[in-house]
């Protein structure tokens, strides 16, 4: 398989895992399209902002490096 055959295939992979994933602590995937040669995907808007941005602020705060089981991450 050539390289771009196996980038189009993993496209279509992760766009029908994200379809199919359905939870209330995952973002809503919208939908997807190619633009020149890159995967656009269009999700909900997620405005309590990324699990990146949540970690990094509980390490700078210095309560840990996890959350306590069952947190909600919403400020």
């Not at 939908?31 to 656009?40: A, G, I, R, T, Y």
């Not at 990324?50 to 840990?64: R, V």
């Amino acid at each position: 398989m050539k390289p771009f055959e196996m980038t189009d295939v993993l496209n279509r992979l992760q766009v029908h895992v994200l379809k199919a994933m359905r939870h209330p602590y995952i973002i809503t995937y919208k939908e997807s399209f190619m633009d020149k040669k890159c995967l656009c995907i269009v999700m909900d808007f997620a405005d309590g902002g990324d699990l990146y941005t949540k970690i990094a602020h509980q390490k700078k705060i210095g309560k840990g490096k996890c959350f306590p089981p069952c947190s909600r991450l919403d400020s």
